[in-house]
């Protein structure tokens, strides 16, 4: 029986409800008992309440742009948090935001710019996906190459936990501190990245940057991805230039993009292509010779850079960006009747071994006999996509074992088995390979002191 405090929020079992709740990025289609779509903080809290005394699963959802499956279930209640949008308050003079978990990060970024300041956290899929996700999964995009991912922003968290009791923590202003383990020092931390595993966001506050002067973004075309990826290196280690963010397009990636941008014409000798963004220091003109001569001695064919000056223009070069995970998610979609789907890696390396790690990729890849990925991302931090297509089911399972074959590679090379989209269902057969087993068992103890009924997403990360 659902409590009369839930009834705005009341769980929905109508089949087409839970069916349009049962799919997100990641290629996988899994329908929940029910749906709840609570509109404040206290009815979340009720429904943790009512579902940990019966025992029933809950799965935080937002914009459901998860790659990892970690905002769908098969069981249990999807609780879909779209509802709470509300900005709570904005303090120009503070530079700060408070905000529910359900505003779109992109609606959020414009509040924000009407006053002058940058909401630096930058997924590329901004425009979709929600506030409450990005600290779920501690996201990130092209411009944490400057910025960092969200968790360095987050100021404080309002969090209902699984008994359904709401805490309120705040980041200690401490320069200095030995009071016990330094794991337990700042308890925000132990939500943001926790993919809804040991709680619930039900609001935020974020520190704000000032808006920058001037950005230019500027795509330049390489003859080689060799030569693309070491102006990477170059740009990267030079203090002549200011750029918040260098990624990397393939050649396959290059071609989506062109087919956006209509411009079948443009580089058409290019293997590859960079995407920066120059922010200048404040008084500062951008340093455009400076790029152009970092390029050109890296081979660039500097008759075909593209130059985007102007907040129309940068956002038109943001859908361009944004067109080539989109593309890839509509091929996955298409094969999903097939047993197939899009099979995306976030992997990261140190960024001067990306050319190296990316050439082993390749050459499983083609050892297996797989089509190669679609490779594109955040080069300036050594962190690609690979983005496969598997075909039918017998396809995914080989390209599963090329991935995984990579990411063995990738931590024998200091790197993570997944630097941006966390772990959610699909990674977590990979975890063991980056986590020690006493790693993972300090994880399972922090996961069954706040959810000792294990109700909160389960399949998660662990």
Known sequence: MIPPQLAASRIERDEGVRRAYAA????????????????????????????SANGTAVTCAGGQTSTTGASISDTGIVLSLRGMDRVLDLDPRSRTVRAEPGVFVGELKRACAAHGLLLAPDPTSEEECTLGGAVACNASGARTFRYGATRPHVRALKVALADGSIVELRRPALEKNTVGYALAHDPVDWFIGSEGTLGVVVEVELGLLPLPEQVIGLAIPFATEQDALAFIVSARESRRVHPR??????????????EAESTPGWATDADAFVYVEEVPPTGTPAALDEWLELAVQQGALADDVNVYEGEASLREARRVRHAVPATMNERGSARRVHGGRKVSTDWAVPYARLGEMLAKARTFADIAGIEQAVTYGHAGNGHPH?????????????????????????????????????????????????????????????????????????????
């Open 24 to 51: 997100d990025a990641s290629g996988l289609l899994m329908v929940p008992d029910g749906v709840a779509r609570p509109t404040s903080a206290a009815e979340v809290a009720a429904l943790l309440a009512e579902s």
């Open 386 to 462: 690979q983005n496969f297509i598997a075909h039918d089911a017998d396809e995914l399972r080989r390209i599963e074992a090329v991935v995984e074959q990579t990411l063995r590679e990738v931590i024998a090379m200091g790197g993570t088995v997944a630097a941006e989209h966390g772990i959610g269902k699909i990674k977590r057969k990979w975890l063991p390979l980056q986590m020690s087993p006493l790693q993972v068992r300090t994880m399972q103890a922090v996961k069954r002191e706040l959810d000792p009924a294990g109700i909160l997403a389960p399949g998660n990360v662990l």
């Open 245 to 258: 963010c260098l990624e990397f397009f393939d050649r396959r990636a290059l071609g989506i993009a062109r």
